[in-house]
T-cell receptor, first 111, second 116 residues
Framework: QKEVEQNSGPLSVPEGAIASLNCTYSDRGSQSFFWYRQYSGKSPELIMSIYSNGDKEDGRFTAQLNKASQYVSLLIRDSQPSDSATYLCAVSMDSNYQLIWGAGTKLIIKP | DTGVSQDPRHKITKRGQNVTFRCDPISEHNRLYWYRQTLGQGPEFLTYFQNEAQLEKSRLLSDRFSAERPKGSFSTLEIQRTEQGDSAMYLC??????????????FGPGTRLTVL
């Protein structure tokens, strides 16, 4: 059973601080990793994709991948109330269309 | 057209009725996916098309569920004889990968189904 695990939260972070979201996955063959943001009642919105070990930065967002530890994280710097949402981690294998999803972490940014 | 569109956005139906949802992918995206999402869970994969070919349908929840993409453009998802347990958000996504490992999926707004 291929699994993606996330802490369901809620994770509460003060405005302006760094929010750290974590995700572990069970399949060592996984090659592609995605973070999606989902507001209540809305559909998932792509935040970041990462394919290689290390860090990838895009504005206030940094994705970190460690394939040896089967761990991917998302850091949000200078957190804003508008960042309050559920963050979904999704993983896929190379040559495989199918995304395996975590259940998401609810993030709350407190003003 | 700048994104995936879905119609209707909301559907309320009575148990036992049939419902059909439509998805229009991003122009020229050759892959189209259907997911179901219930509260507090990540999306659950249902089926997937590459152009008009349905390449994976074993994850459809039962034989009451079927999907088509007749001309490789828009797709429909039909649920026959709906049950209360079918109440969920039905999501469509599309992608156009340069390589399989960069298959980034973009989601439509979803169709919220309520079965009474």
């Amino acid at each position: 059973q291929k699994e993606v695990e996330q802490n369901s939260g809620p994770l509460s972070v003060p405005e302006g601080a760094i929010a750290s979201l974590n995700c572990t996955y069970s399949d060592r063959g996984s090659q592609s990793f995605f973070w999606y943001r989902q507001y209540s009642g809305k559909s998932p919105e792509l935040i970041m994709s990462i394919y290689s070990n290390g860090d990838k930065e895009d504005g206030r967002f940094t994705a970190q991948l460690n394939k040896a530890s089967q761990y991917v994280s998302l850091l949000i710097r200078d957190s804003q109330p508008s960042d309050s949402a559920t963050y979904l981690c999704a993983v896929s294998m190379d040559s495989n269309y199918q995304l395996i999803w975590g259940a998401g972490t609810k993030l709350i940014i407190k003003p | 057209d700048t994104g995936v569109s879905q119609d209707p956005r909301h559907k309320i139906t009575k148990r036992g009725q049939n419902v059909t949802f439509r998805c229009d992918p991003i122009s020229e995206h050759n892959r189209l996916y259907w997911y179901r999402q219930t509260l507090g869970q990540g999306p659950e994969f249902l089926t997937y098309f590459q152009n008009e070919a349905q390449l994976e349908k074993s994850r459809l929840l039962s034989d009451r569920f079927s999907a088509e993409r007749p001309k490789g453009s828009f797709s429909t998802l039909e649920i026959q004889r709906t049950e209360q347990g079918d109440s969920a958000m039905y999501l469509c996504a599309s992608s156009s990968p340069r390589t399989v490992s960069t298959d980034t999926q973009y989601f439509g707004p979803g169709t919220r189904l309520t079965v009474l």
